[in-house]
């Protein structure tokens, strides 16, 4: 509040008591002169009409002095031509005619006449009266009675100073008054300045306090509740805020709103990090400064064309493909005229790559199992047409059926475990294990394998391995379908190497190495899908199902380890399997 509120107040305090006093005191100085001026006209009507009835022309001339003093005014005696017979002030000789005095001509119209001059030998103002002597009907003359108007000037002027003196005494105590009251009022109203400042400023105002039961006082009251309805209200805008931005900072689809010119208002985090970009780099851009992409441009203008929802599917990035479902839709309840735009960005890269495994999966398993059973079929068909009576061409052909059952219950034994893993239902026997013990009884199954070959198995083991945490039998797997994959995919006289070592950050590290064939750098992050192969003709002439890196995969997984591949083409692959050292408190 300005400090001139309170001079404003007072002034206006001091103006109304100040024109009130003068008005008053003017009506007053008024009336009383009214009343004044009434009384000498009465006086002197009532003297000039005694004048009149008691007395002839002639004893008004001889007794003028005498009437002047009774009446205590001028008397003057005029004939019916205006001549001054008498006067009680001067002498006739030295007067002139009167007929054409006002007074004379109005109390010759009206009866009776009153007027009012200012005296200049006197200084003052006279008053006078006329009457007209008659003799029945007719006018014989005039008497005039005159009084200067000393007594009321004198009673004016003591009146005005009366007046002047209680105006001075009023205004002093109104003074006094229109400061209490001014300060009284303008303390409220500083009070209620400084509380509403407070919430201007965000503060906790508390609440406002007047001691007051007028209008003052209940807008106090009002002000208080009004700010605990606004402040209950602030709260749960700012709950339900806090809500809003912590669905919008953890949705798992990146959210981007454009404002009224379709620049970014907004982003969350999610959009941050499917598109690596930073919420200030963007803002205040247009969509297509971000995305160089034509599909969402279109997108996006087929949507500003009648602002109905548009989805679509977008692709983003050169080396690696970003899927992204795109749907973009206006934001409702808005004030009028202002629109905004709400842009989602579904990733669906992993649903993308997902779908393929799947209908890899479908193709594959079906190629897998359909290839065998025609071979099965047909072998069978020919022994029913007849081959079966010949004995080498019988057996030849049950071998080669032989062959290929062996080789459906390879791999529905090999998706079964994948499954009985995925869903949970495969039970795992955890105890310390030794390294060392699981080789020596694994590698004399690989290295029948690997004579027939010609290839060199190396193992290098310490004795003092730090023992891990896993399932024999898993293990065993485990290491059997590596080594497996090595023997197979190494060409004669090749070489394979087993290192083991502590790697002192509480794993154990077991490196398988080959010799083979290697695999390209980009099909490397491929290995361990199901059925996946490399050289598919040559994994299959080979025997192989293509599952088995996929169930090293979910076993390691289940050890809580992990597998790391290297590879070179034409130069070898590198397999190494990291387990966690056994630990007794994590021991089941």
């Known amino acids: 509040m300005k400090r001139h509120l309170f001079y404003k107040i007072f002034g206006t ?20 002169k009214t009343g004044l001026m009434e009384k000498i006209e009465d006086e ?47 002498k006739v000789s030295e007067m002139d005619n009167h007929l054409n005095r006002p007074e004379i001509q109005e109390a010759k119209v009206l009866g009776k006449s009153r007027a009012t001059r200012f005296s200049r030998s006197l200084g003052v103002d006279m008053f006078y009266i006329a009457l007209p002597l008659k003799d029945g009907s007719r006018i014989k003359g005039y008497v005039r009675l005159s009084r200067p108007l000393f007594e009321v000037r004198n009673s004016i002027e003591k009146l005005r100073m009366s007046i002047y003196k209680s105006i001075i005494i009023i205004i002093a105590i109104s003074v006094l008054i229109a400061v209490f009251f001014s300060l009284r009022l303008t303390s409220s109203i500083k009070e209620m300045e400084r509380f509403t400042q407070k919430i201007r400023k965000g503060e906790s ?11 003052m006082g209940q807008l106090a ?36 709103i454009l404002d009224s010119q379709d620049k970014i208002e907004s982003s969350n985090n999610s959009f941050d990090t499917i598109f690596g970009l930073q919420n200030k780099d963007i803002i205040g851009k247009i969509p297509l400064e971000v995305f160089r992409n034509i599909d969402f441009q279109d997108a996006l203008d087929r949507f500003k064309e009648n602002r109905t929802p548009v989805s679509r599917e977008i692709v983003t990035g050169a080396e690696n493909e970003v899927h992204l479902e795109v749907n973009i839709s206006p934001i409702h309840g808005l004030p009028e005229g ?27 398993v079906t190629h897998e199992i359909k290839t065998p059973l025609t071979a099965i079929l047909g072998f069978i068909e020919t022994l029913e047409q007849g081959a079966i009576s010949d004995e080498e061409t019988a057996g030849k052909f049950l071998r080669i059926i032989h062959k290929h059952a062996r080789r459906l219950n390879r791999l529905v034994d090999d998706l079964l475990v ?40 190396e193992k290098d083991l310490p004795d003092n391995l730090l023992p891990i945490k896993a399932d024999r039998d898993r293990l065993t797997q485990i290491f059997l379908n590596v080594l497996d994959n090595a023997v197979k995919f190494t060409p004669e006289s090749g070489k394979i190497s087993i290192h083991a070592l502590d790697d002192q950050k509480g ?53 809580k380890g992990r597998v790391e591949i290297q590879s070179q083409l034409g130069r070898g692959t590198t397999v190494t399997l990291i387990f966690p050292v056994f630990k007794k408190d994590l021991a089941v």
């Not at 001028?74 to 002030?89: E, K, P």
């Not at 105002?205 to 209008?215: A, C, F, V």
């Not at 994948?418 to 013990?437: A, P, R, T």
């Open 418 to 457: 994948i499954s009985d893993i995925e869903l949970g239902e495969m039970k795992f026997y955890f105890e310390s294990v030794s390294i060392n013990g699981i080789m020596e009884n694994t590698l004399p199954v690989i290295d029948s394998k690997a004579s027939k070959k010609g290839i060199t198995l």
């Open 338 to 364: 202002e629109q905004k735009t709400m842009i989602f960005f579904h990733d669906v890269t992993r649903l993308e790559k997902l779908e393929k495994v799947r209908v890899d999966f479908v193709a594959n």
């Open 13 to 32: 305090y001091l103006i109304i008591i100040a024109l009130s006093l003068v008005v008053v005191g003017l009506l007053v100085v008024r009336q009383v």
């Open 44 to 90: 002197l009507t009532s003297c000039a009409r005694i004048i009149d009835l008691t007395s002839s022309k002639k004893e008004i001339e001889e007794k003028v002095i005498q009437l002047a003093g009774i009446s205590d005014a001028r008397v003057t005696l005029i004939d019916a031509d205006g001549i001054v017979l008498a006067d009680s002030d001067k």
């Open 507 to 559: 794993n154990v590290k077991v490196e398988i190495s080959d010799t083979g064939v290697g695999i390209p750098k980009h099909e490397i992050y491929r290995l361990g899908e199901r059925f996946y192969r490399v050289d598919k003709a040559r994994s299959r002439e080979l025997g192989g199902t293509g599952l088995g890196l996929s169930i090293v995969k979910h076993l390691m997984i289940a050890h």
């Open 221 to 256: 009251r009002n002000i208080n509740f009004m700010v605990t309805e606004l402040q209950d209200r602030v709260r749960a805008a700012n709950e339900e805020k806090g809500k809003l931005e912590a669905a919008f900072a953890s949705m798992a689809a990146g959210v981007l």
């Open 205 to 215: 105002p508390g609440s406002l306090y007047i001691r007051s039961s007028d209008e």
